[in-house]
């Protein structure tokens, strides 16, 4: 045993402002328990002692506790909906200046798939995307926008041709796309969240948090969205009480706003 886990939470919230009590404990348990077993460390007293004084350690375990499985236009069926219907639905509604966030985007192929997505029906200097993530060495791997094949496999022939340049065995993004996502840190447990949203995408993120915490990430995209602006989730997530919540279901990973 590595000692008081709940001593430990209390510890890791006071350094990073991250709130372990809001992800599924026995899951979030083990995975810290392997990662302090691989730092050769015997309790969870010492493992807060070791990220307090080794700034690299720090960002280790900021970066492990953040999940990142990611890739380009993630099951295709869904971008195919969002192009086809959903975009011109809210540039007709709104306008051009369409306010984008892309929550949780771990390594950027989200938001950049957007911008992808968008470019269909807007010209790229009216396409912005705010692209916020817990983990900072994700967004520099974002930031940096090189991929290998696998992530970008899903991506339409038409964009790899004309936005990646294959360097090595990876692919590198073009400034073009690049320019038009903005990257922030952002909690989604504790930072205040943006206004005025008319597209919030949060994808395969909050599977990992409590049934309290996602109601209340739920309730919180609901106040940034605009009447009748768009969250569009993940397919290993549902809303069970969506109405509740003032959503009104579009298909199965779109929602609408209802007030």
Same mark, same amino acid.
């Given at each position: 045993?590595?000692? /008081?886990? &709940? %001593? #430990?939470?209390?510890?890791?919230?006071? *350094? !990073?402002?991250?709130?372990?009590?809001? +992800?599924?404990?026995?899951?979030?348990?083990?995975?810290?328990?392997?990662?302090?077993?691989?730092?050769?460390?015997?309790?969870?007293?010492?493992?807060?002692?070791?990220?307090?004084? /080794?700034? &690299? %350690? #720090?960002?280790?375990?900021?970066?492990? *506790? !953040?999940?990142?499985?990611?890739?380009? +236009?993630?099951?295709?069926?869904?971008?195919?909906?969002?192009?086809?219907?959903?975009?011109?639905?809210?540039?007709?509604?709104?306008?051009?200046?369409?306010?984008?966030?892309?929550?949780?985007?771990?390594?950027?192929?989200?938001?950049?798939?957007?911008?992808?997505?968008?470019?269909?029906?807007?010209?790229?200097?009216?396409?912005?995307?705010?692209?916020?993530?817990?983990?900072?060495?994700?967004?520099?791997?974002?930031?940096?926008?090189?991929?290998?094949?696998?992530?970008?496999?899903?991506?339409?022939?038409?964009?790899?041709?004309?936005?990646?340049?294959?360097?090595?065995?990876?692919?590198?993004?073009?400034?073009?796309?690049?320019?038009?996502?903005?990257?922030?840190?952002?909690?989604?447990?504790?930072?205040?969240?943006?206004?005025?949203?008319?597209?919030?995408?949060?994808?395969?993120?909050?599977?990992?948090?409590?049934?309290?915490?996602?109601?209340?990430?739920?309730?919180?995209?609901?106040?940034?969205?605009?009447?009748?602006?768009?969250?569009?989730?993940?397919?290993?997530?549902?809303?069970?009480?969506?109405?509740?919540?003032?959503?009104?279901?579009?298909?199965?990973?779109?929602?609408?706003?209802?007030?």
């Amino acid at each position: 045993m590595l000692g /008081d886990y &709940e %001593k #430990f939470k209390k510890s890791i919230f006071s *350094l !990073t402002q991250i709130d372990l009590s809001s +992800y599924k404990e026995k899951q979030m348990r083990r995975r810290i328990d392997t990662l302090i077993t691989k730092n050769k460390v015997s309790s969870y007293d010492a493992y807060v002692e070791l990220i307090k004084k /080794d700034k &690299e %350690k #720090f960002e280790q375990f900021v970066n492990f *506790l !953040t999940i990142n499985v990611s890739e380009f +236009y993630r099951n295709p069926e869904q971008w195919k909906l969002l192009e086809n219907d959903i975009i011109p639905e809210l540039i007709h509604k709104f306008g051009k200046n369409i306010k984008i966030w892309s929550a949780a985007c771990s390594t950027g192929d989200e938001p950049y798939s957007l911008v992808m997505a968008f470019s269909r029906h807007l010209p790229l200097n009216q396409i912005k995307v705010i692209a916020t993530d817990l983990d900072k060495q994700v967004l520099d791997t974002a930031r940096m926008g090189l991929y290998n094949e696998k992530s970008i496999s899903g991506v339409p022939e038409e964009f790899k041709k004309k936005y990646f340049t294959k360097v090595g065995n990876s692919y590198q993004i073009s400034n073009e796309i690049k320019s038009r996502v903005e990257f922030k840190e952002h909690n989604l447990l504790k930072d205040p969240y943006p206004s005025g949203c008319h597209l919030i995408v949060c994808r395969n993120v909050l599977i990992y948090f409590t049934e309290e915490a996602k109601e209340e990430i739920y309730k919180k995209f609901n106040s940034s969205l605009v009447k009748d602006g768009i969250l569009f989730i993940g397919s290993t997530e549902q809303i069970m009480n969506y109405k509740e919540l003032n959503y009104q279901r579009k298909s199965s990973f779109f929602f609408s706003k209802e007030n």
